[in-house]
C-alpha cells in the first residue's frame, strides 16, 4: 500500500527559504502547500485541508502566532513553528500558541524529518 | 532690635536660597537622569535595529543555503556518494555560521521579558553564554514579584556583563544566583577570575543600576575570583519615598514585530 503524503502547509515570508524548503519537502515526498503571507495562508487552508503547518513566526501582515489563532485548525493538525531567535521566550509563545514544536532556523532537516514522521503516524493512526 | 530683625532677615534670605538652590539642583538631578535614560534607551534600540538586520537579511539567506545544500546532497548521492560528502561537510560548515550568526542576534537584541518571569529570561540569558563559558545559574525564589520595569534592567545589566565577561573569560566559568529579598532584586555573579569587565562598561552598570535607584558593583574575592553584584529596587522609586523623577520607561518590545 502506498503511503498517502503529507500535506504541509509551509508559512515563510522569504522567497528562497520558501522555494528551497518546499523543494525539500516535496523531494522527501510531501504534498506543500506554499504560503508567504498570514493572509495568503488563511486564503489556502479554506480551500484546501492541511496535516501540518510549517510556519515562520515573523511574517510580513502578522505573526505565526497569530496565523495559528486564525486559521481555527482541528486539533489533529501537527504545527510546527519556525524562527530566526532561539530564545526560550518565543518558544514558550509558540507552545501557547499551540505549536507542538518550535525549530530554530536555519531547521535542521534530519529534526524536520523526525517531527513529519511523527505527524504522519498519529495521522495514520487516527 | 534692629540686630534681631536683621538677623531674622538675613536668615529668611538664607532659607530662601538654600530652597532655591535644592530646586535647582533636583531639576538638574532629573535632567540628567533623563539623559542617561535616553541615551541608553538610543543603545538598545539601535542594538535591536542591527539584530533585526541580521535576522532579515544574512540569517535568512544562510537558513535558505542550508536547506538548499541538503537538496543538493540528496540528489548528488545518487551520483557520487564521495560528492554527497563533501556538501555535507559545506552543510556542516553553513550550520556553524548560521549558529554564530544566531547567538550575535540574541547578544545585540536588547533581552526581553516577552511575559516570562526574570527567572526563565535569566536562564535563557545563562544557556546562551554557556556557548562559550562554563555559566550557572540558579535561584531559589520560584516566583518574581517585581515591576517590570526593575526586571527588564536587571536583566539588561545581566546581558551586558555576561557578554562581555564570556569575551574575555578564556576557558574560565561564571556562576549567577538570583536572590530576591522583601524590596531588592539582588543578581551575584561569581566569575571564576579577576576583572571580568573593563572599567568604563563597569561604570556603565553603575550608572545604569543607579538611575533605576539601585547599585552595580564589583567586588574581589580572595584568590582569582570576583563577584559582580547587581542591587536593584522591586519597585522603584521605593528607595527614595517614592520620590522617583518621572523617567519614560523603555518602549517595550512589540510583540507583532518582526522576529
Not at chain 1, 36 to 52: G, L
Not at chain 2, 10 to 27: P, V
Not at chain 2, 53 to 71: E, G, M, N, P
Not at chain 2, 187 to 204: H, I, K, Y
Amino acid at each position: 500500500m502506498t503511503e498517502q503524503p503529507l500535506r504541509v502547509l509551509v508559512v515563510e515570508d522569504h522567497q528562497d527559504t520558501l522555494h528551497y524548503l518546499s523543494l525539500y519537502l516535496e523531494q522527501s515526498g510531501h504534498a506543500v502547500l506554499p504560503a508567504r503571507t498570514v493572509r495568503q495562508a488563511v486564503e489556502v487552508v479554506a480551500k484546501s485541508e492541511c496535516d501540518v503547518v510549517l510556519s515562520d513566526i515573523a511574517l510580513g501582515d502578522g505573526t505565526g502566532w497569530e496565523l495559528l489563532n486564525l486559521l481555527h485548525l482541528p486539533g489533529s493538525v501537527y504545527a510546527i513553528a519556525m524562527s530566526g531567535f532561539g530564545t526560550i521566550a518565543d518558544a514558550h509563545r509558540s507552545k501557547l500558541a499551540g505549536y507542538r514544536h518550535h525549530l530554530v532556523k536555519p531547521i535542521d532537516p534530519d529534526q524536520l524529518d523526525q517531527l513529519l514522521e511523527e505527524a504522519r503516524r498519529e495521522r495514520d493512526e487516527r | 532690635m534692629s540686630g534681631a530683625r536683621a538677623f531674622e532677615g538675613a536668615e529668611a534670605e538664607l532659607r530662601a536660597q538654600i530652597a532655591e538652590l535644592t530646586r535647582e539642583l533636583e531639576s538638574e538631578r532629573a535632567a540628567r537622569q533623563a539623559r542617561e535614560r535616553a541615551l541608553l534607551e538610543a543603545v538598545d534600540s539601535e542594538q535591536q535595529r542591527l539584530a533585526q538586520l541580521l535576522h532579515d537579511t544574512s540569517s535568512q539567506s544562510l537558513s535558505a543555503a542550508r536547506i538548499y545544500a541538503r537538496v543538493t546532497r540528496d540528489v548528488v548521492h545518487r551520483i557520487s556518494p564521495e560528492a554527497a560528502t563533501a556538501v555535507m561537510r559545506l552543510e556542516q560548515v553553513l550550520q556553524t555560521a548560521a549558529d554564530e550568526l544566531q547567538a550575535l542576534m540574541r547578544w545585540l537584541r536588547p533581552a526581553r521579558l516577552d511575559g516570562l518571569e526574570l527567572i526563565a529570561a535569566l536562564e535563557d540569558l545563562s544557556q546562551l553564554a554557556s556557548r562559550t563559558m562554563p555559566c550557572e545559574f540558579r535561584c531559589p525564589a520560584t516566583t518574581i514579584d517585581a515591576d517590570v520595569e526593575s526586571q527588564a534592567e536587571l536583566l539588561r545589566i545581566a546581558q551586558l556583563a555576561l557578554h562581555t565577561s564570556m569575551r574575555r573569560s578564556s576557558g574560565q566559568t561564571m556562576a549567577c544566583v538570583l536572590q530576591v529579598d522583601a524590596r531588592h532584586l539582588v543578581l551575584e555573579m561569581r566569575a571564576s577570575w579577576q576583572r571580568p569587565l573593563p572599567g568604563d562598561l563597569e561604570e556603565l552598570l553603575a550608572e545604569r543600576a543607579r538611575v533605576m535607584d539601585g547599585s552595580f558593583t564589583v567586588q574581589d574575592e580572595r584568590g582569582p575570583g570576583c563577584t559582580l553584584t547587581c542591587r536593584l529596587p522591586k519597585r522603584r522609586g521605593a528607595e527614595r519615598g517614592g520620590q522617583s523623577a518621572p523617567i519614560r520607561a523603555a518602549a517595550p518590545y512589540s510583540s507583532t514585530g518582526r522576529r
